[in-house]
Structures are given as structure tokens and as C-alpha cells.
């Protein structure tokens, strides 16, 4: 059975620690689960978390940018503790999907239209990412393995 985004997630923490060693992980930065229950909410708790002050998108490209650092948080990586991961997965689940991506669907451009209705009955299925993957997957970008894993950022799902 492939392994998804969000089981190599909860291994990030085990797995390559002598590259995560050598970076400057000791500002640690927790967020709760229980905080939260839309992509709203969560965007307001990181910016009260991880960038107190800044003013950002709220986006989920804005969210992908403070990673990179730049933004208040070090540039050397972090640790990001999501305490209550397990409720932030239901909370953020399908039915926050599909009101986010009814959302989208209000001002995306019309040729973008098809796709983003295909999304919103794949998740009224069930099927296909949730808010929550959407989020693990991009923090996962920066972290070991991913495609800008030098910005060390390290998920701890608790």
C-alpha cells in the first residue's frame, strides 16, 4: 500500500534526523487543534503562532511562502508541533473541503470551473485530499524529502 503525504508526515520527526540535527530546529512552534475548525481559523492562529504582527494573504500560497522563512519565523527551520492533529483531521475534513473549494468556485476563472466542480463532487464523495492534506502536504514541501526541505521545517503531528 503506498505511504500518503500525511503517514510520511508522522514520520518526519524519525526520519532523517542527522540532516535535521545540523539545522537550527530549536524554535519550536506549537499550534493546537483545538484552536481551529476552519481554514479561516487555522490561518488565524498561524499568523497569532508563527508570525505575530505580519501581515500576509491568508492563502494557501501565502501559507507556503512563511514557510520559507522571512516572514518572523528563523531562517535556520523550525518545528511545528500541531497538538490535536486528530481533531484538526476531522474538523478540516471533507466537509470543510467542500466548502472551501465552493468558494473557489465563486471567483475562480471560468476555465478553471470543470475542474474545481470535479473537486467538489470528489469530496462530497469522500474522495481525494481534505483541507488537512492540503496543509500537511505543503508543510511537508519544506521538510525532509520535500522539494525545499533546506527551509528545515520540521511537522511534529501530535
Known amino acids: 500500500m503506498p ?10 520527526d524519525l526520519s532523517h534526523k542527522s540532516n535535521m ?20 481559523e487555522f490561518y488565524k492562529t498561524v499568523s497569532r503562532v508563527l508570525i505575530p504582527n505580519a501581515q500576509w ?7 507556503n511562502d512563511i514557510l ?3 516572514f518572523g ?5 523550525f518545528v511545528l508541533r500541531w497538538l490535536n492533529s486528530d ?26 470551473r470543470g475542474s474545481v466542480a470535479q473537486k467538489i463532487k470528489e469530496a462530497k464523495g469522500g474522495i481525494g485530499p481534505t483541507v488537512f492534506d ?3 502536504e505543503i508543510i511537508a514541501i519544506h521538510g525532509p524529502d520535500g522539494r525545499e526541505e533546506e527551509d528545515g521545517v520540521k511537522l511534529e503531528l501530535l
Request: with cysteine; charged share 30%; hydrophobic share 30%.
Open 87 to 112: 481533531l484538526s483531521r476531522q474538523r478540516l475534513g471533507y466537509p470543510e473541503t467542500v466548502r472551501q473549494l465552493e468558494r473557489r468556485l465563486n471567483r475562480c476563472h471560468p476555465s478553471n
Open 21 to 40: 540535527d545540523a539545522m537550527d530546529t530549536n524554535a519550536i512552534f506549537e499550534i493546537d487543534g483545538k484552536d481551529f475548525s476552519t481554514l479561516e
Open 57 to 63: 494573504g491568508h492563502n494557501l500560497d501565502a501559507f
Open 134 to 136: 492540503w496543509l500537511v
Open 73 to 77: 519565523t528563523p531562517d535556520g527551520g
Open 3 to 12: 505511504v500518503t503525504t500525511l503517514e510520511k508526515a508522522r514520520r518526519l
Open 68 to 70: 520559507r522563512g522571512g
